[in-house]
């Protein structure tokens, strides 16, 4: 089936640095990649939805100074927290979207990241 | 719309029980919906879905039941078991938007 994978799966950062965050497709070529956020015990909430080689699109109240997304390659998507304070701790989720599958709908979730922000 | 949930709704069960786990969707123009489990410190999982023109259909042990009368969704696990206990999402997509909005969830606890 297809495989996302997120890097690194935790992170401990100080306030004002900024991190990293990687999402990969591994078996198949993401057209769309999606980052989600999620505070403890909450559902998840679309952050921005990102194309190959296009800018992403952002949800509104998403700071797109802040939360810099780059979808460079089709498997591929990093999100970069700048300038992190603690509010942004969070559990940050990617999702990749098969744009050649059968069912172009389906997103496969990655297994998260868990940033901490002190 | 999008779901900000200050607390996850609690659904306690035996072992071998069935669970019934409900959503209410927000948006009548969804077409495809998907039921999803989440354990904790994971991302989602797909579990099943079902297109608008269904009413149900069924997985192994799952099986989810549309109601667009009253924009309701609902799934049914059956012999629950203790690795069925997580929380489980239900997402509605429109087509043409390319993004899920996730309901509020439901922690699932499966005691032997």
């Known amino acids: 089936g297809a495989v996302v994978s997120q890097h690194p799966s935790r992170v401990i950062c100080k306030s004002g640095t900024s991190v990293k965050i990687e999402c990969r497709s591994l078996?198949?070529?993401?057209?769309?990649m999606f980052w989600y956020r999620q505070f403890p015990k909450q559902s998840l909430m679309l952050m921005a939805t990102s194309n190959e080689g296009s800018k992403a699109t952002y949800e509104q109240g998403v700071e797109k100074d802040k939360f810099l997304i780059n979808h460079a390659s089709l498997t591929l998507s990093t999100l970069t927290v700048t300038s992190a304070h603690p509010e942004d701790s969070s559990f940050y989720i990617c999702?990749?979207?098969?744009?050649?599958?059968?069912?172009?709908?389906?997103?496969?979730f990655g297994p998260g990241t868990r940033l901490t922000v002190t | 719309g999008e779901s900000v949930g200050l607390h996850l709704p609690t659904l306690s069960v035996q072992e071998g029980d069935n669970s019934i786990i409900n959503c209410a969707y927000s948006?009548?123009?969804?077409?495809?919906f998907i039921w999803y489990k989440q354990e904790s410190g994971k991302g989602p999982q797909f579990i099943i879905d079902i297109r608008s023109n269904m009413d149900k259909r069924q997985g192994q042990r799952v099986t989810v039941l549309l109601n667009k009368t009253v924009k309701h969704l609902s799934l049914q696990i059956a012999a629950t078991q203790p690795g069925d206990s997580a929380v489980y999402f239900c997402?509605?997509?429109?087509?043409?938007?390319?993004?899920?909005?996730f309901g509020t969830g439901t922690r699932l606890l499966v005691s032997p």
């Open positions: 997402a509605e997509i429109v087509t043409g938007f390319q993004k899920l909005v």
């Open positions: 078996d198949f070529q993401a057209t769309t």
């Open positions: 999702s990749a979207r098969d744009g050649q599958g059968i069912n172009s709908y389906e997103q496969y």
């Open positions: 948006n009548s123009a969804s077409d495809y």
